[in-house]
């Protein structure tokens, strides 16, 4: 007589399937929380790795001299939002603003301006940096070749020192970044892009 097997699902045979599938799938979703795990400890490290840095800063070389101020204005602007981006994401702050600048000759000079408190802000960044170029800089300086943009002295404690009275449009401006940054985030870095008044400050 001859002896028929059980199909695919049914008795003995479906058992052995069925705990075979439940192995693959126990093992693959260890494989994926490990690999979950894994990533959330890298992007830890490099958390904690921007939080002991004692500077964050971004920097371009320049194809042809630029002696165009309106020019370097719009590549200041750039480096700017690059940094100030990178310290939100990383949860810091810097108080001590610092411009980098290598003219056509080669001469590299650096100027700096530590702020009341440590900001994040755009904003405040900015203008800083705005100061220092077009203020700071030596009178009929040549074109510049290099511009760096960085922020020093860190603060990751999450505090915040502000007076009542700035309070309402420091808490704009931080909604203006938490926007930027989204957009930027789903859209990339040209999606929103920052401008500057004839005399200097933010828009």
């Known amino acids: 007589m001859e002896h028929l097997q059980p199909p695919v699902g049914v008795a003995g045979g479906g058992r052995s399937q069925c705990a ?7 093992n693959g979703c260890n494989r994926h929380r490990l690999t979950f795990e894994f990533r959330s400890r890298i992007i830890q490290q490099i958390g ?4 002991e840095a004692k500077s964050i800063s971004n ?10 101020m309106e020019v370097l204005r719009a590549w ?22 610092e411009l980098k600048v290598r003219f056509a000759d080669v001469q590299t000079i650096t100027r700096s301006m530590t702020l009341a408190a440590p900001t994040s802000i755009t904003r405040d960044l900015l203008n800083t940096g705005l100061e220092l170029l077009t203020k700071r800089l030596p009178a009929r300086h040549q074109p510049i070749r ?8 860190l603060d990751g404690s999450g505090k915040s020192q502000q007076t009542l009275f700035d309070q309402p449009d420091r808490e704009r401006h931080q909604e203006l970044d938490r926007v930027a ?6 859209f990339g870095r040209l999606a929103i892009r920052r401008g500057t008044r004839l005399d200097g400050s933010v828009e």
Not at 181 to 186: A, L, N
């Open 146 to 153: 290099l511009l760096g943009f960085g922020v020093s002295k």
């Open 20 to 26: 075979s599938a439940a192995t693959s799938i126990h």
């Open 181 to 186: 940054d989204q957009i930027t985030e789903k």
């Open 76 to 97: 200041l602007v750039e480096l700017v939002e690059q940094v100030a981006r990178r310290l939100r994401q990383h949860d810091i702050k810097g108080r001590t603003v």
């Open 48 to 51: 904690d790795l921007a939080r």
């Open 59 to 68: 920097e371009t070389t320049f194809a042809e001299d630029i002696a165009d």
